[in-house]
């Protein structure tokens, strides 16, 4: 007997809910169904295919390389680790007018800026102007939490002490007289990182939040003078550190470095000769990395990207030759049961 009230009070109430009897659908997939929806998604795949493949083929993409690693590299010399404050010259031609807005990109290869130690080495409240938190950084700093002298670090860990700090001056050439192509550096970085994610510390002038601190290993100069033309482009707001403390999800990766935009060159890069005057400063030689700058436009998809519109075109195929294959197949051993 209790037994049985043990069991009842188990029971669940005998609702149409908890007794799985609500009214569903259930469609019942037949040939007629299946086989037009497949050709209608394989014509539709098919066109958006064409659209982004036709599209990616538009967008202009200049590259090079200037890792050194070849004699014949005008930056070979450049590559030595033992060399310092080197500069070299790239120059290069374009044979038509490079339609703008052009976009200026540095790439790294073999840099794994997803390994999550790397990545989590930083410290967040700094980062977001807690004056505090400089003179006692957190340990994930380590081994960028202080220096020899115990001086406090800021900023502090492997992702900010890893700034890139190559930096670029390109001209044109007409005429034998050298034209300075302006490089526009504002609003390169993600709008969330500029205004939520990473603040200065609210003291004036920002060089005093700095006391007592030392700037990061690798780094020219301290964070408040990270940017000498523009105070306001400074500390942890600076584009550069910006789009850098952003990263990258695969070991081969670009990053926006400027764009052209302004004066004679609102519309693009003219056909012509021009010359890449290069601070050589980030080493790559000792992960076997390599360094590229990169010139491209874009369109209403994006940069280039011939993957996405082979991928949605042979997805589109497969889907119109299952049909046809469901089809035959249809035909075959469906039709003669039905006279």
Do not use: H
Not at 203 to 218: E, Q
């Amino acid at each position: 007997m209790v037994k049985e009230v043990k069991e009842t009070e188990n029971r669940p109430d005998n609702t149409a809910f908890t007794q799985q009897r609500l009214p569903a659908w259930q469609p019942m997939l037949s040939a007629g169904i299946v086989i037009p929806m497949f050709v209608l998604i394989g014509l539709a795949f098919i066109g958006i295919g064409v659209a982004l493949f036709v599209t990616s083929q538009s967008i202009q993409v200049l590259e090079i390389d200037y890792t050194g690693v070849e004699q014949t590299s005008p930056c070979f010399r450049c590559s030595d680790p033992d060399v310092r404050n080197c500069n070299c010259n790239l120059e290069f031609s374009i044979d038509k007018l490079f339609e703008g807005p052009v976009f200026f990109y540095y790439g790294l290869s073999n840099y794994y800026q997803n390994y999550r130690t790397y990545g989590a080495s930083k410290d967040a409240k700094q980062l977001n102007g807690d004056v505090d938190q400089f003179t006692d950084p957190t340990d994930e700093c380590t081994p960028y939490q202080r220096d020899n002298a115990n001086t406090p670090i800021v900023p502090c860990g492997s992702l900010p002490n890893s700034l890139f700090n190559d930096t670029f001056v390109l001209y044109q050439t007409v005429n034998g007289v050298r034209k300075q192509v302006p490089l526009d550096g504002k609003g390169i970085a993600w709008w969330t990182d500029y205004n939520v994610k990473y603040r200065n510390p609210s003291v004036t002038p920002l060089r005093n939040a700095f006391n007592g601190t030392v700037r990061p290993v690798n780094w020219p100069r301290p964070a408040y003078e990270l940017d000498t033309s523009d105070p306001t482009n400074n500390g942890f707001i600076n584009q550069d550190f910006l789009v850098w403390m952003r990263r990258a999800a695969l070991p081969n990766f670009r990053k926006l470095y400027r764009r052209i935009t302004e004066g004679d060159f609102a519309e693009g890069l003219p056909a012509g000769n021009y010359t890449l005057e290069i601070s050589y400063n980030y080493p790559v030689l000792s992960f076997d990395g390599r360094k590229t700058v990169v010139f491209s436009n874009v369109s209403w998809m994006g940069g280039k990207n011939e993957f996405l519109g082979i991928a949605y075109l042979v997805t589109g195929s497969l889907c119109v030759v299952m049909s046809l294959v469901m089809l035959i197949v249809y035909a075959k051993f469906k039709f003669p049961d039905e006279d």
